[in-house]
Structures are given as structure tokens and as C-alpha cells.
């Protein structure tokens, strides 16, 4: 082998071909909230203190953007950010990862995206970028668009007058609104919805940050429209008197690529409905995905939450254990062992983890069983509790066409075969199974295809 040393290798620089590259990048797995929340990612990561998700309905000139009043970038820097792959140091606590976010979130979306910053406030001086679809596939170049003060969008150099910072423009909303007609009435409809899910999205996923947990950060405040506070959501309703954090915290080893890291799990038990400060507070603590599939495991990326709720198929998902919620928390370091991937939407727990998990999750699971059944009311037939677990029962066709119930079995990994409770809904039971499956993400584009082109089956099944 010492031999070939000596010689100079040939070699020829292959780069992929531009349009159908960003094409493919296209698809990779974000949603419209998880596009959002990694641009927002970025906007925390530049020390932003303020930071504004707007929308507006246009019809084909709809737009969304993202403003914060953070460090802001140069040319240099704006001009590297918006490179695939960029090159760039990550800090240990650092909520960006592969040098991809703000580029693919951004394309997943729309057509056009249009960066604008400001560095200084004693220099006026704004630079701006655009990524053009259009203009990649036209000349299937790896190019950006530099554009000078004739050419900037005031939507995009507006809200950098009088503070430093970035402000990202989504124009060219084709993945958002599909619609035939982009002026009709269901494209406007599924805008301000969006803005809606958006506002309790980040709500969810940046709570630590909203709240001024996060060591040593200011706390960070988000506006919707510039008018609406996005409220921090905690999943663990640790401001009721009563939810149960009895459950010692326990730190998790888990050997990754740099050594030997730590996992901080910590557990509770939320107060059952009659012990909640007020029905308010109740309803909201149910959460976007209502209160059983919201049950489970929570898990944080230097302080961001990764995954909203699910056992991640360690258990199943039950009414009785619905007051059972877990956080989790690494840091980046780790990333390679919860296979973190760059629309940061999911994680798959190593072995290892799964095996320290478990009896924290039963602990808990059984703490928040007890909880629910003490709060069930006593029926007045013999002195049973109304608590006692339903009966559950294999589906059999009745002659009339209807069903009628038999008794079921447990499988291996604790589900039942072959049954129906009869008060599941068909969202609720597709919602399940792709948790238990491990494909919301997927379910989530679904649900959106059916919001744009089937509305009336979307709103059919619930969603």
C-alpha cells in the first residue's frame, strides 16, 4: 500500500446536476409547521429576542415571513447560509445541525425564497439573497440571486428599517396552496388556518424558549401577524398544584460517536380533570393531538422539543394512562444516536435506551393509571367503579349488517388484535396507527394533500 502513495491520483470533480438535485431536496419530509419552526430555529440560534410569522392571502402572490430582530448576517455570511450543506461551526447547544435547514425548509414550501439582513445598526446597509426555482431549473446552475435596491421586495427590506436582524420571504406558495383557483375561498380558508396550526406548532416546540427556561437566553417572544403572543404550551402542566412530579429525574447513559452521553428523563403525572385550577386550563392541556395520543414520551434537542407525545412502540397508547407524560433530553452531541434527520421531526431511540427506558415508563404509566381511575365516579350498580377498564371486543358482522362484539387477545407488544372500541373515531385510528408505525410525519403531508384537493373527505374524517 506504501507503494501507491507515490503516485498522483486522477480525479475529476463531479457536481450534481442543480435542477434536478433541488427537485429531489424538495421532498424531504417537512410540513408546513416543522418548515416554520426551522427557520425559527435559526432566528433563536442568532440570538433573537423577537420573532414574527406573518401570512398574507394574495391569491398566486400569497406570501409568509419570518422576521427577527437577531445579529443579523453580512453578505458573506447570507451568501454562505443559503449554500447546501453550508460551512459552519456549531456551538454544543446549537439548534441547527447538517447546514441544510433554512434552505430545504424554505423550498419545501414555495419556489422563492428571499433572504434579507441587516448587521449593524449604524449601517443602513441590507443585504439581500433570493433562491429562484425558476432560475435553477432555467440554467441548472448552483446560483442565487443578488438583488439591489430596484429589485427587493418591501415585504422583505420593511421590517429591517429600524433594528438589525433577518427577515425570510416565502413567495410562490405552490406546495401550500395547490389550489385551482388561488383566489377562491379555500385557499384563503387554508391560510389562516395554517396560521392557526403554526401558532400552536411553535407554541409546542418552543415552549422552554418562550418561557425564559433556557439557561442563560433571554426569553424569546413570537407574534403571529405581528398581533398575536404565541402562549408556551407545557406539555407537563407544572403550574397546577396538582400534577405529580414525585418521580425522581434520572439521567440515562447512552454511548454515541464522541463517548459516553447524557439522557435527562424526568416524569409526570398530570392531575386529573376535576383537579385541574379550571375546565380552561383542562382543555388546553389536552394539546393539538387531544389528550391519549398527546400520553407518552416528549423529547428535547437542546431545548427544543423533537417529538410532541407516543411510546415510540415501547407501549400503547391507552385511555387509562393518558395523564402520563415524559420528557427527554439530549443534546447535539447525541445526534447520531437518535438518528436526528434535517427536518428535525424524528428520532428512533437506540437499544440500549429503549432497555433504561422501559421500567421509568411503567413506573410512571402505573402512577398515572391509578390517577385516572381514583378520579372515575363509583356507578350505582353493586358500588363498581365506572373506572373498570372496558370491555373489548373482536368486531363479528351482525346478519343486519351491523357488528356486534366478542372478546379480543393481546398481542406480544401489548396491543389488542382484531379490535374496535367503539367510541374510536377513523382519525383517531389513523392518527394511532401511524404513530405506532412510525409515519406522522408522512400522515401529516396526506392530511395536507387531502386539506388541498379532497376537503370534503378531509373534513369527513375529522381534520
Not at 196 to 206: K, P, S
Not at 238 to 267: C, H, M, W, Y
Amino acid at each position: 500500500m506504501a507503494e501507491h502513495s507515490k503516485y498522483t491520483r486522477k480525479v475529476q470533480e463531479i457536481v450534481p446536476a442543480a435542477a434536478r438535485t433541488i427537485a429531489s431536496l424538495r421532498d424531504i419530509g417537512y410540513d408546513t409547521p416543522h418548515a416554520i419552526a426551522d427557520v425559527v430555529d435559526n432566528s433563536i440560534a442568532a440570538g433573537a429576542t423577537e420573532v414574527d410569522v406573518s401570512f398574507a392571502f394574495a391569491g398566486e402572490r400569497s406570501w409568509i415571513r419570518v422576521t427577527d430582530n437577531g445579529l443579523g448576517m453580512d453578505g458573506g455570511t447570507l451568501q454562505e447560509a443559503l449554500r447546501y450543506g453550508s460551512a459552519r461551526e456549531y456551538a454544543a447547544d446549537d439548534l441547527g445541525k447538517f447546514g441544510f435547514g433554512l434552505k430545504t425548509a424554505s423550498t419545501s414550501q414555495c419556489r422563492r425564497v428571499t433572504v434579507a439582513s441587516r448587521r449593524a445598526r449604524q449601517n443602513a446597509r441590507l443585504e439581500v439573497r433570493c433562491l429562484d426555482l425558476e432560475h435553477i431549473e432555467e440554467t441548472s446552475r448552483w446560483e442565487i440571486l443578488v438583488l439591489d435596491s430596484a429589485d427587493r421586495p418591501g415585504d422583505v427590506t420593511a421590517p429591517l428599517q429600524a433594528h438589525t436582524g433577518t427577515v425570510v420571504l416565502w413567495e410562490d406558495l405552490d406546495r401550500i396552496l395547490e389550489y385551482k383557483d388561488p383566489w377562491g375561498e379555500w385557499a384563503r380558508k387554508k391560510l389562516l388556518s395554517l396560521a392557526a396550526e403554526v401558532d400552536q406548532h411553535l407554541a409546542m416546540v418552543f415552549h422552554r424558549f418562550l418561557s425564559g427556561e433556557v439557561k442563560d437566553r433571554p426569553p424569546v417572544r413570537i407574534t403571529i401577524n405581528g398581533k398575536s403572543k404565541v402562549e408556551p404550551w407545557d406539555p407537563f402542566c407544572r403550574s397546577e398544584p396538582k400534577t405529580d412530579q414525585s418521580i425522581p429525574a434520572k439521567n440515562l447513559k447512552v454511548v454515541g460517536d464522541g463517548g459516553i452521553g447524557f439522557v435527562r428523563v424526568n416524569s409526570y403525572v398530570l392531575p386529573a380533570q376535576r383537579d385541574f385550577s379550571s375546565d380552561t386550563a383542562w382543555r388546553r392541556a389536552s394539546g393539538p393531538m387531544q389528550w391519549n395520543r398527546q400520553q407518552g414520551l416528549y423529547i428535547y434537542r437542546a431545548n427544543r422539543m423533537i417529538q410532541s407525545g407516543g411510546w415510540n412502540r415501547i407501549r400503547a397508547q391507552d385511555e387509562h394512562t393518558k395523564l402520563a407524560r415524559m420528557s427527554v433530553d439530549f443534546f447535539p452531541n447525541l445526534d447520531s444516536v437518535f438518528g436526528i434527520n434535517i427536518a428535525k421531526a424524528y428520532v428512533n431511540l437506540p437499544q440500549d435506551l429503549r432497555e433504561q427506558l422501559q421500567p421509568l415508563i411503567t413506573q410512571c404509566t402505573r402512577a398515572a393509571d391509578q390517577k385516572y381511575r381514583n378520579d372515575r365516579p363509583k356507578s350505582g350498580t353493586g358500588g363498581a367503579s365506572a373506572s373498570a377498564v372496558p370491555a373489548r371486543s373482536t368486531r363479528k358482522a351482525r346478519s343486519d349488517g351491523g357488528m356486534e362484539f366478542g372478546t379480543g387477545a393481546f398481542d406480544p407488544y401489548g396491543n389488542r388484535q382484531d379490535i374496535v372500541q367503539p367510541h374510536t373515531t377513523p382519525r383517531e385510528a389513523i392518527e394511532e396507527v401511524a404513530e405506532n408505525v412510525g409515519e406522522t410525519v408522512a400522515l401529516k403531508k396526506i392530511i395536507g394533500g387531502l386539506l388541498a384537493r379532497h376537503p370534503e373527505v378531509a373534513r369527513d374524517l375529522g381534520w
